[in-house]
């Protein structure tokens, strides 16, 4: 029987849930909270949940309203559509989790390995110099890829990280 090479195109709406395969057979999940289209396009902003599972929950309901780990943007429409990752259920974005957050990004000297660090509100970037501590656990200004991110999750890695 020959396979259907057909694919179903989805658009990925603000709200939905994907399903991230790990590299061991687990899963983890993200929620698509925002769209940057604004010039330099940025793309979709997604927020990853806490936790791997061995298999898909019933409900996504309770998961969305935990504290993400991290935020990256990350082109999860092409993803989609290449079946890398799959939706797998729409849920209304928590309230602290619609206004667009605060960003980190950092210029590293080549000789020296200092780095000077940025704010970055969606708008405007402003020179911090160094971190402050409060500002250790803002996510990374940066598009990742498909292997990075399953690299991240799997690894436990946080945007502390990168301090």
């Not at 330099?40 to 599972?53: A, D, E, K, Q, S």
């Not at 259920?89 to 590293?108: M, V």
Request: charged share 30%; with cysteine; proline share 6%.
């Amino acid at each position: 029987m020959k396979k259907d090479k057909r694919r179903t195109y989805k658009r990925l709406v603000l709200g939905d849930v994907i399903e991230i395969p790990l590299s061991k057979g687990d899963l983890a999940y993200a929620q698509f909270t925002y769209n940057y289209r604004e010039k330099p396009v940025w793309g979709h902003l997604i927020r990853v949940l806490p936790g791997t599972f061995k298999s898909r929950p019933q409900s996504f309901q309770d998961l969305v309203q935990k504290e993400e780990r991290f935020y990256a943007f990350f082109p999860a429409g092409a993803a989609v559509s290449r079946g890398m990752v799959e939706i797998v259920s729409h849920e209304r974005i928590p309230e602290h989790n619609k206004d667009f957050p605060l960003f980190k990004a950092c210029n590293q000297e080549f000789k020296t390995g200092k780095k000077t660090w940025w704010l970055w509100d969606g708008k405007e970037s402003r020179r911090v110099g160094s971190l402050s501590p409060e500002h250790f656990d803002l996510p990374l200004k940066q598009i990742i890829s498909f292997d990075v991110l399953v690299e991240r999750i799997e690894k436990g890695w946080s945007p502390r990280d990168e301090v």
